[in-house]
């Protein structure tokens, strides 16, 4: 049985447990409702609950700042894209994208109520209740302690990256966890983190019967990326290495391979978040936490058009005549787009070289959209004036061909779909181990690992070229006596050609390290676009000798703001700017007041408070 369709049986079985009507049998005093799960298939059970809050949907006890693909903190607050589709939509998720977080904010609360009161609860209840099981071997207790603290340290690092070092410590013997101060020594989190990693690859097997469960090399992943957060170096190399010489994992020959839907838990997956639609109610099993991010206009209209790509990230994917990245001048001159163009006015795509990746996240007017048709610009778009000309992240959605089979068939949020999130996969292991060899001066190393994530890139391009011979200067209208059905069916489309002018090469050499270093931030903000990572890595690079090739990560932020904003959201954004004090959140104002005297909040908020 699917790891996560068993939590429909799990909730029956809680309930069934909990229940205290007359009409069901009552225990004898004293004894607790525990008893039910003191064998292994009760710790089964609820390490399955566990499991279920990963996701971060928890039946909507928490809302979309509890998703553990971390679109707004870690994309929407980033250079990659912009949260909200029109200034109106949301005023705390909106504030984080203008860097301006009070303490009220609700995804914040959102995400430490998942971590704390839902993912480490449910963890420590698996290990308290563990320690007093007597029905098990010491081989199934050791494993399930193991998953407990992989779980355990997933939900504490999530809540590291957004909160930083303000986090209560809780482990399951701890009496009265609303007693724990969230104030801890330099390296203390981390330690407790790594902690848990550790014991979790001592005692994991290399692989897994249940998809969705995670292996040791899935906790030395995690573990290495903790590590990097503190670019420790020198101790996230050795779990990486063994990583990559296990040969368990490769890259997909394709690399949207890693957002199909039929293409979830494949060989270059190292730990993915299971998602299930149809099952439940409102597909509850799926990731809830993405629910506003799809297409919003039109035909192809969903909800909630949030999380749209930036002008800066497609600037990005631009290259030179060797398929190389253009680094410092990318950003120079905007790739061409069609803002301030209605969907029934010409436009002509951009003919510049560039990186194939571009199309498989960015889905930009004249440029085939999956299977939905060619992107027709204005009318796809939520409010194009306020939040660009670009459609949500591509790399959650789904194939129309899949709509109500592998996307859900109940509920308001109708883009929730089967795809897994590729929390870990064998590109994080390689281009980190190339980041590794970059500070350390191996520049042979890093060229190697990097090459090997951008000769993949290649593999597959977007086929669909829009005839501009044929349509002189236009992409929509087709012309006169066409319908919206051109777009699936051809129309002026040659469907064996590629989209749009893709070249992408290799480094020959790296003149030194930090040229090295640049190669290896660059090809990770291109492999991992839009996927949750991107802020909290400008964060930690902030404190290389060199920064991000040579800028803070102020300078970064300020420039995309600059060059992104003022051109069509000034009148509400050209005031943001970005200090070192934004570069966490604040611990929520009523977690603070619920546990007076307890939790401290973050210095660079006191005054709030």
Not at 40 to 57: E, F, H
């Amino acid at each position: 049985m699917h790891l996560f369709k068993r939590f429909v049986l799990l909730t029956l079985i809680i309930v069934i447990s909990s229940c205290s009507d007359d009409f069901l049998t009552k225990e004898p005093p004293g004894i607790d409702s525990e008893n039910y799960f003191t064998d292994a298939k009760g710790i089964n059970a609820l390490l399955i609950g566990t499991y279920a809050m990963v996701q971060g949907s928890s039946l909507w006890e928490v809302s979309w700042g509890a998703s553990i693909q971390n679109w707004t903190f870690g994309s929407g607050a980033s250079d990659d894209a912009y949260i909200t589709p029109e200034f109106t939509s949301s005023g705390d998720v909106h504030d984080i994208e203008l860097w301006d977080v009070r303490v009220t904010n609700t995804y914040c609360e959102d995400k430490w109520q998942w971590a704390f009161g839902l993912g480490v609860f449910r963890a420590n209840d698996v290990l308290r209740i563990l320690a007093k099981t007597t029905d098990i071997t010491q081989e199934e207790a050791a494993e399930f302690e193991a998953e407990a603290r992989f779980l355990r340290a997933l939900f504490y690092f999530e809540a590291w990256l957004v909160f930083g070092d303000y986090i209560p410590l809780i482990n399951e013997n701890v009496k009265d966890a609303a007693m724990v101060s969230n104030v801890n020594e330099a390296g203390e989190v981390l330690q407790f983190i790594i902690n848990d990693l550790q014991f979790a690859w001592e005692n994991l097997p290399d692989s897994q019967e249940d998809v969705g469960r995670p292996t040791k090399y899935a906790a030395m992943a995690l573990a290495a990326r903790s590590y990097l957060e503190e670019l420790e170096y020198a101790k996230a190399k050795p779990l990486l290495d063994e990583i990559i010489a296990s040969g368990k994992y490769a890259l997909m020959p394709n690399f949207f391979d890693n957002f199909r839907i039929e293409k979830n838990n494949n060989i270059e997956s190292i730990f993915e978040i299971q998602a299930n639609v149809n099952d439940i109610n409102e597909s509850l099993n799926a990731e809830m936490g993405i629910g506003l991010n799809w297409p919003h206009g039109g035909d192809i209209g969903m909800c909630c058009g949030f999380h749209q790509t930036s002008q800066n990230l497609a600037n990005a994917y631009k290259v030179d005549e060797q398929g190389l990245p253009l680094f410092e001048n990318f950003g120079d001159t905007d790739l061409k787009n069609d803002q301030g163009l209605r969907s029934d006015e010409r436009f002509t795509t951009a003919n510049d070289l560039l990186d194939p990746r571009i199309d498989w996240t960015i889905s930009r007017r004249g440029i085939p959209f999956l299977d939905w048709g060619i992107n027709r610009g204005y009318d796809w778009v939520r409010r194009q004036p306020d939040g660009g000309p670009y459609l949500p992240a591509i790399k959650t959605f789904f194939y129309k061909y899949q709509r109500y089979t592998l996307s859900t068939t109940t509920g308001w949020m109708t883009g929730i779909n089967a795809n897994n999130y590729r929390y870990l996969r064998y590109a994080h292991v390689l281009l980190w181990r190339a980041e590794v060899a970059a500070a350390e001066g191996d520049l042979a190393t890093a060229l190697d690992f990097v090459n090997q994530v951008r000769e993949r890139a290649v593999n597959e391009v977007v086929m669909g070229k829009v005839l501009i011979d044929s349509l002189p200067q236009s992409v929509y209208p087709w012309g006169e006596g066409t319908t919206d059905d051109d777009y699936q069916t051809g129309g002026d489309v040659d469907w064996e050609q590629p989209a749009a002018n893709y070249k992408i090469g290799l480094y020959s050499s790296f003149a030194n390290a930090d040229e090295a270093m640049r190669a290896v931030q660059w090809e990770q903000r291109l492999e991992f676009a839009t996927e949750g990572r991107r802020f909290f890595d400008l964060r930690r690079w902030d404190n290389l000798p060199n920064k991000i090739g040579g800028q803070s990560m102020a300078e970064v932020l300020n420039r995309f703001k600059d060059g992104d904003f003022e051109s069509r959201q000034s009148y509400q954004l050209q005031n943001a700017e970005f200090t070192n004090d934004d570069k966490y959140m604040p611990v929520p104002k009523d977690q603070i007041e619920m546990q007076k005297g307890v939790l401290q909040q973050r210095p660079e908020y006191i005054d709030e408070d």
